[in-house]
């Protein structure tokens, strides 16, 4: 059963209010032809909104009203021009007005949808890294690209709930909808593949493009973002990407005993959901002596919550100037010796070339194709994320195949 609100015609709803009661479901508003929505809905939780589909119903602001509320919005097209004005709007959820009242009540129940959408199981990559700016968001952003310039559908998600950077680190708006209205969505058990699309804001780069939910414009916004709410979405995103990509928040402190309200929504809650759902998690610190000890104070923590997850260490901004003469040889000693973390990939810094990409709005790929930092990146995907090639020896019948893994390169200090 769902709460339904009405913002239809006279004759529309009364037909469609009668049909949907005898189902069990229960009206909760009808808006009049002269009131403004936006403002009806104030306030108000209803769990799906009934709209026509005409160009003075079916608005961008009734659309962005009801994403920040949480509302699934279903419109009803009595003709072509209400149909162009649905999918001009990206609005997936349309049905014909003289729909079947049994279609109109799946719909409304949020069953047998998407059904056409061709399942995946997508790989969720946690982005962690200790406090100090790292450069956590610069990697996230970076491995999102190299995985879509691979040939891979790959969602870029910004889960952090202290201060999300991916809007303006790629010159996006991050006022649009994003990963909160994905939440909320969830929350009301209204995340579709066809919301999803709809609330994405997509970044085309040389090579590929990727579908991004930005982070919340303001951190005190962070109570929208819930452990329970993560999950179902990241769940979700599983269907609609081969890679998800979550460049998440630093800390994972867990402040629940030293809360009064054991029920109370926890700050680093969306942190400590996608480290939990992640298939692997790619954790990030700095080639410097107060990154290196962050990085290893925290790292203890890191393998208690990941449990039996797979762990990518990556130290960035690898440079002699703070490490000493042979920095690569420094800094896998440090991490052996204090934290016995073996095989981290290593990043050199390029300042050069990441300013400029922080300057101009874009990935490191697009203002830097040969940056050595984005070399390292490149060989990370393809050496500690992506499936290995499988190549058939020449002159050899189909039952005769090798793996071929791309040869690891040292990165140079």
């Not at 790959?154 to 006022?175: C, F, K, N, Q, R």
Request: aromatic fraction near 4%.
């Amino acid at each position: 059963m769902a709460s339904v609100a009405f913002f239809l015609d006279r004759g529309d709803e009364d037909r469609l209010v009668a049909s949907l009661v005898e189902r069990g479901h229960r009206v909760l508003l009808r808006i009049g032809p002269h009131t403004d929505p936006v403002l009806a809905l104030d306030g108000s939780t209803p769990d799906v909104l009934l709209t026509s589909a005409a160009a003075d119903r079916l608005t961008p602001e009734l659309l962005a009203a009801c994403d920040d509320s949480g509302i699934r919005l279903i419109a009803l097209a009595s003709s072509d021009a209400d149909r162009r004005n649905a999918a001009a709007l990206g609005l997936r959820d349309v049905l014909d007005a003289d729909t079947a009242p049994a279609v109109l009540d799946r719909a409304v129940r949020g069953e047998a949808r998407d059904a056409a959408a061709p399942t995946r199981r997508g790989v969720v990559l946690a982005v962690w890294g200790p406090a100090g700016a790292p450069g956590r968001t610069t990697v996230a952003i970076t491995l999102a690209t190299e995985l879509a310039a691979a040939g891979r559908a790959v969602a870029l998600v910004d889960a952090d709930t202290h201060s999300a950077s991916i809007a303006p680190v790629l010159g996006m708006l991050d006022e649009a909808p994003g990963f909160a209205a994905a939440c909320r969505l969830a929350g009301q058990d209204g995340l579709t593949l066809a919301e999803l699309d709809r609330i994405r804001q997509p970044y085309a780069f040389s090579g590929g493009t990727l579908n991004v939910l930005t982070g919340i414009p303001r951190a005190s916004r962070w109570p929208e973002i819930s452990r329970e709410r993560v999950i179902r979405t990241l769940f979700v995103c599983r269907e609609w990407a081969d890679y998800v990509v979550v460049d998440t928040g630093f800390s994972l402190e867990n402040d629940e005993e030293i809360s009064s309200d054991l029920f109370a929504p926890r700050r680093n809650a969306a942190t400590l959901a996608a480290v939990g759902s992640a298939d692997r998690v790619v954790a990030v610190g700095a080639a410097d002596p107060i990154g290196l000890a962050r990085y290893l104070r925290a790292f203890p923590d890191l393998v208690e919550l990941a449990e039996d997850r797979p762990i990518l260490p990556v130290i960035n901004k690898v440079r002699a100037s703070v490490v000493g003469l042979n920095p690569n040889g420094q800094v896998r000693a440090t991490l052996q010796r204090f934290g016995g973390i073996q095989d981290a990939a290593l990043i050199p810094a390029d300042d050069r070339a990441t300013d400029a990409a922080l300057l101009a709005g874009r990935a490191l790929r697009d203002v830097s194709p040969r940056s050595p930092a984005l070399a390292a990146v490149s060989r990370l995907v393809a050496t500690g994320i992506l499936p290995p090639a499988v190549a058939t020896v020449p002159g050899s019948g189909p039952l005769r195949r090798r793996v071929v893994r791309p040869r690891p390169a040292e990165s140079t200090g």
